[in-house]
């Protein structure tokens, strides 16, 4: 039964551009592709922290890294997604490689903040990139194209998100049931044990760690294109917050509910955004009681802890 | 070279301002295993508080007693409402429920007072400057300030390492449930520290009212300084809270000016225009890694037991 829930949440985002919408069509697309996007950068967030353990406090970094892939190649007249993706996964890659290897030096508390630290230091070198606009960000000329073809516009947009989303969960899915899953997730529970068995607990979490950093640029690269604008604020520490926030209240370690955490997040956003201005009034009591009385996350409801 | 010196003074101001957070929450954190993020909220209530009492009386010293002592009660209201459920808990719901805090205090404050900075006028007496030497003067607010932090520093030096109550508080940091199995009410001894650690914050946001703009959110920046001193000066640990403080406020300053400097050397005005403030801006997080990367526990970590 329980197998059935991934399958369903895909059918139902599958069916949203069939349902009969009238003029609000546009704007649900938007919103539920949005949801999507971040819904992948939770769920890459989720291979870290729900598979391995690892509570990076910075994975907005690869939002930015992606979406400044998109603005830098942009301003270079390439477009073709191909070369994009290739770019930006390849360069969240190196960034995580390098920094997780400090990173992973050390533990607990220490892990968080040098994650976050290593992200702040991202957020600012964007920001100083004046010749893309600095903090005020840059606008892109178009959206990328595919062979040429310029796909990500409209409804295509919204199916490309859902099938960048599909395989990214199903790769997810395989590698955390993997011989390197099972190998991280006894990380997790111990590594000094996991070590003994004859595993590099380094290694396998530095994996991870890349693994993660390129699926996410990948959500970068999508919000960039949804938004034509780059800019550094897709790399702040506070949304790094709401990464884990997503994670968290869609129960760690099940993947699938990192989409349903991003779904919760926004649509919650969206529907106290419209009711008052001051929505994060209700937003942050509702997060703390979510926290103390709700452990194991929407994916947790109607059954064991994960 | 009076430049120079006029940074120096402006770097352990800043260095103290931050001790002042800082110190709260290595305290909170080394005793009860507690991340706070939303410790940064606390020093801007004091600044709003400040302003608040400040409207009221008229008085700069009234409004700092008042202030520190209602940001201390807020601190310990927030205790009994939300944080004592998270002890024990894990750092990442921890983490999340604080976040929630954050949002929740930082609009609170904006439906409350506005959006819009306000200001605190200095003290009448301390309004003046000082010829330091020719050609040079230093504001006495400013000095005052260095005064104010370094007093604290010694207060909570002897405090810690010379009282009962500090013992206690050294004993918990090593081990608080063997602590607790010899007879001492830890969660008294908790709630003690956390108001401490509060009213300090609230302090510090009085202190630093009539130098900075007012606003929500303003401790969010500060927040992420102060973890990085006590990640730097390793957790839990007063004197590695001083002496991280102190060094990230010199690098902060100081650095900024010698890298704007370097860089200019190095690639001319033009580039040093674009790579200086963000080399600048990275270069406390730089620090901080690379602190982490040769000694994973911070500078001073204190002695814990399992």
């Not at chain 1, 997780?100 to 040098?114: E, P």
């Not at chain 1, 949304?239 to 994670?247: A, K, Q, T, Y």
């Not at chain 2, 956390?194 to 300090?200: E, I, Q, S």
């Not at chain 2, 200019?264 to 200086?276: C, I, P, T, Y």
Request: proline share 3%.
């Amino acid at each position: 039964m329980r197998r059935l829930v991934p399958v369903v949440l895909f059918a139902v985002l599958a069916a949203v551009p069939f349902l009969p919408l009238g003029q609000e069509a546009n704007f649900v697309l938007l919103l539920v592709s949005r949801v999507m996007v971040f819904g992948l950068a939770a769920l890459s967030l989720d291979l870290l922290l729900g598979v391995g353990g690892m509570v990076s406090f910075g994975h907005a970094a690869y939002l930015a890294i992606g979406a400044y892939a998109v603005a830098v190649l942009d301003a270079n007249d390439i477009t073709d997604v191909g070369v994009v993706l290739a770019v930006a996964m390849g360069a969240a890659g190196v960034f995580a490689l390098a920094t997780g290897a400090i990173a992973l030096r050390t533990r607990g508390v220490n892990f968080i903040m040098i994650t976050l630290a290593f992200a702040q230091m991202v957020f600012f070198a964007f920001g100083a990139l004046s010749a893309y606009g600095g903090d005020d960000g840059y606008s892109l000329a178009a959206r990328n194209t595919v062979l040429g073809w310029p796909l990500l516009k409209g409804r295509g947009y919204y199916w490309a998100c859902l099938a960048v989303l599909v395989v990214a969960y199903l790769l997810c899915r395989m590698l955390a049931a993997s011989r390197f899953g099972r190998a991280l997730r006894a990380v997790k529970q111990n590594p000094a044990r996991a070590a003994a068995m004859g595993f590099n607990p380094v290694a396998l979490q530095l994996v991870a760690m890349v693994v993660g950093a390129m699926l996410c640029s990948v959500a970068g690269v999508l919000l960039a294109n949804g938004a034509e604008f780059v800019s550094p604020a897709y790399g702040t520490w506070q949304r790094s917050g709401d990464l884990l926030i997503m994670v968290i209240l869609g129960g760690a370690g099940s993947l699938h509910g990192a989409i349903f955490g991003s779904a919760f997040v926004l649509l919650l956003e969206e529907g106290l955004g419209r009711a008052t201005e001051h929505w994060r009034l209700v937003f942050g009591p509702l997060l703390v009681l979510c926290v103390i009385f709700f452990r194991g996350g929407l994916a947790g409801i109607g059954g064991r802890r994960g | 070279m009076t430049l120079l010196i006029v940074q120096l003074l402006n770097g352990v101001q800043l260095g103290l301002l931050l001790f002042l957070i800082a110190a709260g929450l290595t305290l909170v954190f080394g005793v009860m295993d507690f991340i706070n993020l939303a410790h940064g909220v606390q020093y801007m209530l004091g600044a709003y508080l400040g302003v608040a009492f400040f409207g009221m009386t008229g008085s700069f010293w009234l409004a700092l007693v008042l202030a520190a002592g209602a940001a201390g009660a807020a601190g310990l209201v927030l205790e009994w409402l939300v944080f004592r459920h998270l002890y024990g808990r894990d750092h990442l719901d921890q983490v999340l429920a604080t976040f929630g805090v954050i949002m929740a205090l930082n609009e609170g404050v904006r439906v409350i007072w506005g959006a819009a900075p306000l200001e605190m006028p200095m003290p009448e007496v301390l309004s003046g400057s000082f010829q330091l030497m020719p050609g040079l003067r230093y504001p006495f607010y400013r000095v005052a300030l260095i005064v104010a932090g370094l007093g604290v520093a010694g207060g909570l030096a002897w405090a810690v390492n010379r009282t009962r109550v500090g013992m206690l508080v050294r004993a918990g940091t090593s081990n608080a449930v063997m602590v607790s199995a010899l007879g001492v009410d830890i969660e008294r001894l908790f709630r003690g520290v956390f108001g401490v650690g509060a009213v300090l914050a609230g302090f510090a946001g009085v202190l630093a009212a009539p130098l900075v703009a007012v606003e929500p959110a303003m401790g969010d920046n500060l927040l992420i300084l102060a973890f990085v001193v006590i990640v730097i000066g390793g957790v839990g640990a007063i004197r590695g809270a001083f002496v991280a403080a102190v060094l990230v406020g010199l690098v902060d300053t100081v650095g900024r000016t010698l890298v704007t400097d370097a860089v200019r050397v190095a690639l001319g005005a033009s580039g040093a225009a674009r790579v200086g403030p963000a080399v600048a801006s990275m270069l406390i997080y730089l620090v901080m890694a690379a602190v982490l990367a040769v000694r994973p526990a911070g500078l001073f970590p204190a002695a814990r037991g399992a």
